[in-house]
């Protein structure tokens, strides 16, 4: 079976601190992401990697950084934690871009105090 | 900028009604709309449609694509309790990661 798992499922933190959200997929996926998912919102890409020491910004990067040192682990990084990076946060993986199909961590939802 | 709508935002049933959920999108380079069902923890895969008017099928669950007019249904029928999510509606457009678009998600609750 396909698994995508996030470390943390919940964490509380306070402003300013620095906050790491780790993803581990074992399915050999070439690709990985991180979305943000708010209420009425919906989900927004804040990262993507389609490969090793690779990453692309997704639409809102600001705030974060991430680190894919190897292929099945793709980190989310918060520098300096603020109240609005309050929210949950989705890793997923795929095996290709072009069909959009993604499998899902179970999510991390994040307060910062 | 590519855009996709998900109506209602959220609907209340009763247990054994059929619901139907439409996704609407505006988007260039159409590649394939996604269906996803969440429930308290990860969203799981339901549908990829590619082709307008070809059923996708899964149990109770049933979904079309109409690339003319430019949305796709999610039909529910005999709805159940385990039915309760949010389903979120996705498409494709241009292959890169960043050309995946979620609308916001369909909350649905079916009450017994």
């Known amino acids: 079976d396909v698994k995508v798992t996030q470390s943390s499922r919940y964490l509380v933190k306070r402003t300013g601190e620095k906050v790491f959200l780790e993803c581990v997929q074992d399915?050999?996926?070439?690709?990985m992401f991180w979305y943000r998912q708010d209420p009425g919102l919906g989900l927004r890409l804040i990262y993507f990697s389609y490969d090793v020491k690779m990453k692309e910004k997704g639409d809102i990067p600001e705030g974060y950084s991430v680190s894919r040192e190897k292929k099945e682990r793709f980190s989310l990084i918060l520098e300096s934690a603020s109240t609005n990076q309050t929210s949950m946060y989705l890793c997923a993986s795929s095996v290709s871009l072009d069909t959009g199909e993604l499998f899902f961590g179970e999510g991390s939802r994040l307060t910062v105090l | 900028e590519d855009k996709v709508v998900q109506s209602p935002l959220s609907l209340v049933v009763h247990e054994g009604d059929t619901v139907t959920l439409n996704c609407s999108y505006e988007v260039t380079n159409f590649r394939s709309l996604l269906w996803y069902k969440q429930e308290k923890k990860a969203p799981t895969f339901l549908f990829m449609l590619?082709?307008?008017?070809i059923e996708k099928k899964s149990g109770r669950l049933s979904s079309i694509l109409d690339k003319k007019e430019l949305f796709s249904i999610l039909n529910i029928t005999a709805t159940q309790t385990g039915d309760s999510a949010i389903y979120l509606c996705?498409?494709?457009?241009?292959?890169?990661?960043?050309?995946?678009?979620f609308g916001k998600g369909t909350h649905l609750i079916i009450q017994p």
């Open positions: 399915m050999d996926h070439e690709n």
């Open positions: 590619t082709s307008s008017g």
């Open positions: 996705a498409v494709n457009a241009g292959g890169g990661a960043d050309g995946l678009t």
